[in-house]
């Protein structure tokens, strides 16, 4: 089965840029999705598609992707993204099964 | 509005079994594949199982496969798993999922609030 690659923490000053990634195979053939959850809290789709923001989520949240990396980027990072940041995609096995990273803690300094 | 309501966690022992319901609103449940996604404690997110909306086609991570079984009732509005010989490695925090795909994505747009289950003697 497909594996998909996530730095652990990644941290970024209030109002600055950061980029968190997601690595593997399965990226080169689907698009990721990309989750935050904050503790105690159910997941919340950020991103998903080629580059797409379901309605509420602030136009700071884009994603990009080339290659077998996908990437989740954050244009000016706010205390409130402060959060567990997850990427999926489908199995590239063609099993139909889900792949997730195994999620990245941004913390805002 | 949607809505994804998870119940029927608990306390079981090692061995026993456990049923989870999910009651889904705000939405035609029945055009919609539906998932289950588990988090243990201090862990990821990890996919278990997800259901066509005609319960035509079902998968199963390995994890679980011959252990738990996904099922629905669309009269119902209503997503299930059935979890029998559970072990403590399935202690989780169970969500239910709304999946969206196509040839080149899958992803969850509404997800539940959870329910936790714990195996321990």
């Known amino acids: 089965s497909s594996e998909l690659t996530q730095d652990p923490a990644v941290s970024v000053a209030l109002g600055q840029t950061v980029r968190i990634t997601c690595q593997g195979d399965?990226?080169?053939?689907?698009?990721a999705s990309w989750y935050q959850q904050k503790p105690g809290q159910a997941p919340v789709l950020v991103i998903y598609g080629k580059n797409n923001r379901p309605s509420g989520i602030p136009d700071r949240f884009s994603g990009s992707s080339s290659g077998n990396t996908a990437s989740l980027t954050i244009t000016g990072a706010q205390a409130e993204d402060e959060a567990d940041y997850y990427c999926?995609?489908?199995?590239?096995?063609?099993?139909?099964?889900?792949?997730f990273g195994g999620g990245t803690k941004l913390t805002v300094l | 509005e949607v809505q994804l309501v998870e119940s029927g966690g608990g306390l079981v022992k090692p061995g026993g079994s456990l049923r989870l319901s999910c009651a889904a609103s705000g939405f035609t449940f029945s055009s919609y594949s539906m998932n289950w996604v588990r988090q243990a404690p201090g862990k990821g997110l990890e996919w278990v199982s997800s259901i066509s909306s005609s319960s035509s086609y079902i998968y199963y991570a390995d994890s679980v496969k011959g252990r738990f079984t996904i099922s629905r009732d669309n009269a119902k509005n209503s997503l299930y798993l059935q979890m029998n010989s559970l072990r403590a490695e399935d202690t989780a925090v169970y969500y239910c999922?709304?999946?969206?795909?196509?040839?080149?994505?899958?992803?969850?747009?509404?997800w539940g609030q959870g329910t936790l289950v714990t195996v321990s003697s």
């Open positions: 999926n995609s489908r199995d590239s096995s063609g099993n139909h099964h889900v792949v």
């Open positions: 999922a709304r999946e969206i795909s196509s040839s080149w994505y899958v992803y969850f747009d509404y």
């Open positions: 399965s990226l080169r053939s689907y698009y």
